[in-house]
């Protein structure tokens, strides 16, 4: 490290980068949990084809999207996330036979119990996206990034310690 | 304390006492008088000296079922007496295999509801009370060389005003004549209250609520349906809450604390009423209950043990909450 950068910023440089960082257009950061055998291959179709989809979406692989414990959303939502995405197959597809349906009926849970502890209904979405869906898959994500966009920063749920909301 | 509640003590102490010193049963999980007038706690009986100290009265509304699952890791046998809400959440145990049903006698005492002190308080008026007396569903409580009576419905526990089993399921023995049927009351109109809100008005009233969660865990301690042998909130790897009291970490404890019981929560009201801050949790309680009858179909959790809870099934034609297109 130089010592130029060790040197305290002088207030001018200060106040430039603040309005830098106001003009700098806030992005979402979504997190996609996507089940390792339709989703995550559809996203993979998605890009072997040349689909567009926002950059805005981190994929998260999971081996089944019935390995979603509750607790990785909100881990999600404490540590920045704006919106949590969780994609899976299409009921009756699992290769694990029952994994989505019974995922369907915890989630539909959770869902309601988090907009019940106030969060929006958008930033939480759960989709079904078969490994040959890649259009499905872009669409799904612009899609998301468009609502989570609308909605602006996610403050709720989110751990004061770990990042501070722009 | 009441005529009739010595009664129905004595009563209850013969034959308990008949199973503990036939050695039928090794040990009596039953309730004996704390320090004050006013509270219960739970009491451990191994002989006739302990069951001298046997109590049965307005005050036992601790639940004795929750130490069945510690108890009986040092005792062959342990008879159990039961309220209503207890014996579900017996039923709630030995679903989960966490108590091996024939290793209980389960005693079931048919409840008229419990008190509150806090309300009595409020009764009293001012004045510090030091007795109540009880008669045809109405409290007489004593203080300050002055008697008011009050309607038993008006110091109920928030826990039992809502109750519809007062009477236990599934005991091997009711000690007591089993009180009326209760009416239908409504237990969801706080939960549709908030959902009425929006968004932002039920995260800020959240907030305020879990902003004074000490977390101390005595929701969980108390909770029949909390029987994990390691809870997340103590996992080391992956650490899911650290120490300190932070929003965001009170509510990861409660939201979870409160889906852990989907499908599985009886409704007793015990975290309620353990919660020192007096968080209004069995709402968190209530919601999944009511948004799982809504669509999965109906179940009372602890009624019957050979029903399936609902999120340990599912049929292919099941509904969602978010969009399936």
């Known amino acids: ?166 | 304390m009441a005529e009739n509640n010595v009664d129905y003590s004595a009563k209850i102490r013969g034959v308990v006492a008949q199973d503990l010193l036939s050695g039928r049963i090794d040990l009596l999980l039953g309730w004996e008088k704390g320090h004050y007038w006013w509270q219960s706690r739970p009491l451990f009986a191994r002989d006739q000296a302990d069951l001298e100290r046997l109590a049965w009265d307005s005050f036992c509304a601790v639940n004795l079922s929750r130490y069945l699952v510690d108890e009986l890791k040092e005792n062959k046998k342990v008879g159990v007496l039961l309220k209503g809400c207890d014996a579900r959440a017996l039923n709630r145990l030995v679903q989960d295999n966490m108590v091996p049903r024939e290793r209980v006698i389960a005693y079931g005492l048919p409840c008229p509801g419990m008190l509150n002190y806090a309300a009595l308080l409020e009764a009293a008026a001012g004045r510090k009370p030091d007795g109540i007396a009880e008669e045809n569903g109405q409290v007489t409580v004593r203080g300050g060389g002055v008697e008011l009576t009050v309607p038993r419905d008006r110091v109920l526990l928030d826990k039992c005003r809502h109750c519809l089993y007062p009477n236990p399921v599934h005991c091997d023995q009711l000690l007591l004549t089993p009180v009326g049927e209760r009416q239908a009351p409504e237990r969801f109109s706080a939960v549709q209250e908030r959902e009425s809100l929006s968004s932002d008005a039920r995260f800020a009233y959240w907030e305020k609520q879990l902003e004074r969660c000490l977390r101390c865990y005595a929701c969980r301690q108390a909770c029949p349906y909390c029987s994990c042998r390691e809870c997340f909130v103590e996992q080391e790897q992956p650490r899911w809450l650290s120490k300190a009291s932070q929003p965001s970490e009170n509510f990861m404890f409660h939201l979870i604390r409160a889906y852990h019981g989907a499908g599985r929560c009886i409704d007793c009201g015990e975290c309620q009423r353990a919660c020192p801050v007096g968080i209004p949790l069995q709402e968190l309680n209530r919601k999944l209950i009511k948004d799982i009858n809504e669509l999965y179909g109906h179940y009372e959790a602890g009624l019957d043990p050979g029903q399936e809870p609902p999120l340990l099934t599912y049929r292919p034609d099941d509904p969602a909450a978010f969009s399936e297109k």
């Open chain 1, 1 to 166: 490290m130089s010592l130029a950068q060790n040197r305290p910023k002088t207030e001018a440089a200060t106040a430039g980068m603040e309005a830098a960082a106001q003009d700098r257009a806030w992005e979402p950061l979504i997190v996609a949990f996507c089940c390792n055998w339709c989703s995550y291959a559809g996203g993979d179709l998605a890009g072997t084809s040349r689909m567009q989809y926002p950059s805005n979406i981190k994929v998260i692989r999971v081996p089944c999207s019935s390995r979603m414990n509750p607790l990785f959303i909100l881990r999600a939502f404490q540590r920045g996330a704006d919106g949590v995405l969780v994609a899976g197959c299409h009921p009756g597809d699992c290769h694990y036979s029952t994994g989505n349906y019974l995922v369907r009926r915890r989630l539909s849970a959770f869902k309601r119990l988090i907009e019940f502890a106030g969060l929006e209904p958008e930033r939480f979405e759960v989709r079904w996206i078969s490994s040959s869906e890649g259009d499905k898959f872009s669409e799904v994500m612009r899609e998301m990034t468009a609502a989570i966009k609308a909605l602006g920063p996610n403050g709720k749920l989110r751990d004061g310690r770990w990042r501070k909301i722009t």
